[in-house]
């Protein structure tokens, strides 16, 4: 049976038709034009490939031959310029170091290489002066060494940049950096899981081939910093217990008998550490002097690196050890405050140093020196800078006529010193004689 349709339907179903063989025709023709795009911009790029190793391989040779220039030169001093010049420390250059990408530059390297030089004959004529290689022998308690990586061997200096490079060794570890940012164990207990704490006898077989380095501070401002993040307001929950020993010792109560729930003060957290000091009481690893916690006299140590110049240092003891690929650029910057432990206001140590100290007195601060002059010694920083922003008069009324009189010479000149006395500050020489005698 044939059944007609209307002429009006019938026109209809013609239209629908037509419209999808031509969306199905513009369709396909789309799909044939971008793959002949896709097959064109293939042949283009692996042409580009061909000629861009084509002129590359010069430009390596290039680049060789002006390092193996520059080595002959480090190795022939005098050659190239007729005289070496000494230099103070150069700060960071321009290009970014860590975060993000880093342009290596050969003249940066060779400034780093002559700082970081300079700074160990420092540390060895100032070691030598004074001996302290026998009354500190190696102490390998806070070294982290991680033999896969060319033998890395560092020492761990609390409050002097720990925490960023804990997270590079916690990288070296094997550790995803996903769980590295978000999880809430300890980074140093991360660490410790994969690198235990080394023997002595592993780390002085591992020295003489490592590329071994610590990181240190101004030794001030690194117990400031571990006051202000340790034992500032009590809000530390692992310290507050001695917060609150500090807190009994050195204040007194007020009149109805209880004391203030905060933490204590600068002033009293130094007064605390002179007196532990003087008793031979073992230092926490977040205040303790770094000639007896690091022993750098007694460990050669390849670099020694400095939280003034982080970046730039960081960034050649990562490429010295070959870990660009590793290291480089996995510094989130998100999560930068908490991975590197910075204040809570943002505000540094180094921006607050005279404040806290204006609490001090003069006598306080010689005492305080005799606990970390050696480290300034060592690490080349400078100690005279305190005295003028401390108070002359002194809390201990033992010891005021003693300051007052120290003064009183300061001022006229007279005394026995021979002009260069500070209120109770000898020379260096006879100073660290007199530190390096006793026990520690």
Known sequence: M???????????TYLKIGTFVLVGVFYFAFLFRESLNAFEHR????????????????SKLKLKQ??????????????????????????????ST???????????????????????????????????????????????????????????VFKAASS????????????????????????????????????????????PSALSFLFVRDPFERILSAYRNKLEGNRNS????????????????????????????FEEFVRFLIQEHATGNRFDEHWAPVYSFCTPCSVNFSIIGKTETFQRDSEFIIRQAGLESLLLGK????????????ARNGVKSAELVERYFADLDRSTLDQLLKIYRIDFELFDYDYLKYYNMVHSWSMDPSTTTTTAR??????????????????????????????TAGPD
């Open 331 to 342: 510094l989130p910057r998100r999560k930068l405050r908490k991975i590197a432990n910075q």
């Open 238 to 265: 692992f310290y507050k217990a001695l917060g609150t020993k500090v807190v009994h010792r050195f204040r007194r109560r007020s009149a109805s008998g209880a004391y203030p729930r905060c933490g204590p003060t």
């Open 2 to 12: 044939h059944i007609r349709l209307p002429s009006g339907r019938r026109l209809h």
């Open 164 to 207: 960023t490079w804990l997270y590079y060794f916690n990288i070296l570890a094997g550790y995803d950096l996903k769980y590295l940012q978000r999880t809430e164990v300890q980074p140093l207990e991360l660490a410790r899981q994969r690198f235990p704490r080394p023997g002595l006898a592993e780390l002085l077989e591992l020295l």
């Open 98 to 156: 860590l975060n993000p990408a880093y342009e290596y530059s050969e003249e940066l390297h060779s400034r780093t290489e002559r700082d970081l030089k300079l700074r160990r004959e420092h540390l060895a004529t100032v070691c030598g002066r004074y001996k302290l290689q026998d009354k500190y022998p190696p102490n390998p308690w806070e070294f982290f060494i991680s033999p896969g990586h060319n033998n890395l061997v560092w020492c761990n």
């Open 66 to 95: 002006l390092q193996r220039q520059r080595a002959l030169q480090r190795i022939r001093p005098g050659v190239a310029n007729g005289s070496s010049t000494i230099t103070k420390e150069t700060t960071a250059a321009s290009t």
């Open 406 to 435: 120290h003064e009183r010479r300061r001022r006229t000149g007279t005394g026995t010193g021979t002009g260069t006395e500070t209120l109770g500050t000898t020379p260096a020489s006879s100073y660290l004689r007199t530190l």
């Open 43 to 58: 042949e283009r790029t692996t042409t580009t490939g061909f000629e861009a190793a084509e002129y590359a391989e010069p």
